[in-house]
């Protein structure tokens, strides 16, 4: 079997520059294993959605995104934004500091082993999430292939973005939580989920696609990335206090156990309130409520 020519995305300040660092070693290994590509490092906050739509809609059969998450939530909405997103599949080699999709989609931490898969016919077809949302009054959408979700979580994720992540794993999310929780209030929101609606008040509402987010927490430990349905996490109205007593249970997964969290499976979610809320994507701070969750089946290719 012939190996189709690779694009290969490199987001150089991934991992506290770090994958600068490491790119002049993964070229080497990429060539030693015989993947034919050429490279392009990312310019900002945008650009591998950009370079990866326009890859695909050139034909490119093979996207390779080489950095944290952020950098595979890019490279995978330029392959759905493109028009060839049935034709171009995304390989993976992590290189940032949270790592929490390719936890849930198998793929091996260690960059060395991830190179040496590249080459295989060995594709997983699995779920995307989209979110819509809105920005400076203007509505938005933006696929997720790991979670996404509104309010304590996505103010989280605004914060940490903001860090820099030179610690790695959880730590920023660890820091961006407790810089965010002294001025965070609940809020009251109107949910649906598939055919039920309700009114309540929430810390969090998660909608996953995928088991893991903040540098490795189970936020949703039952979930599977090719199973059809997106495990909605709600996190009641808890306290600041009663938040970090349980904190601890989140990277267990046994969080879900406790009387202020429920967790459901469905394809399409609506959360809207009087009050702001925000979204984030796939760790990714995006915008304000209200906001709309819906699943599209096996509808990305991955390199396994």
């Not at 509402?205 to 490795?216: D, E, H, K, S, T």
Request: a neutral charge; one cysteine or more.
């Amino acid at each position: 079997m012939s190996i189709p020519q690779a694009k290969v995305i490199v987001n150089p300040v991934a991992g506290a520059s770090a994958t600068y660092r490491k790119w002049p070693k993964i070229k080497s290994l990429l060539r030693h294993i015989g993947l034919p590509f050429e490279f392009q490092y990312t310019e900002g906050v945008g650009h591998a959605i950009e370079l990866a739509r326009e890859a695909a809609n050139n034909g490119c059969q093979f996207l390779v995104a080489v950095g944290g998450d952020g950098t595979v939530h890019e490279v995978a909405n330029g392959i759905l934004l493109s028009n060839e997103l049935n034709e171009t599949s995304i390989g993976i080699i992590s290189t940032g500091t949270g790592g929490d999709f390719i936890r849930s989609a198998g793929i091996d931490k260690d960059y060395i082993k991830a190179c040496s898969s590249l080459t295989s016919a060995k594709r997983r077809l699995i779920d995307v999430g989209v979110v819509e949302y809105h920005k400076d009054g203007q509505s938005h959408k933006r696929f997720f292939v790991n979670s996404s979700g509104v309010g304590f979580d996505a103010g989280v994720a605004e914060t940490s973005n903001r860090l820099p992540k030179f610690l790695g794993g959880t730590i920023p999310y660890v820091i961006g939580l407790l810089k965010s929780l002294a001025g965070y209030t609940n809020k009251t929101v109107t949910i649906s989920i598939g055919d039920k609606t309700e009114s309540k008040r929430i810390l969090s509402v998660v909608v996953a696609n995928g088991c893991y987010f903040g540098g490795g927490m189970r936020v949703a430990p039952l979930a599977d990335i090719d199973d059809g349905l997106l495990d909605v996490i709600s996190i009641g109205d808890m306290g600041k206090i009663e938040l970090l007593k349980a904190f601890p249970t989140i990277y267990k997964g046994t969080h879900i156990n406790h009387p202020k969290v429920e967790m459901e499976k469905t394809t399409r979610v609506e959360i809207e309130s009087a009050e702001k809320f925000l979204v984030h994507a796939d760790g990714e701070f995006l915008g304000e409520g209200p906001a709309s969750f819906r699943l599209i089946p096996s509808a990305l290719s991955i390199a396994v």
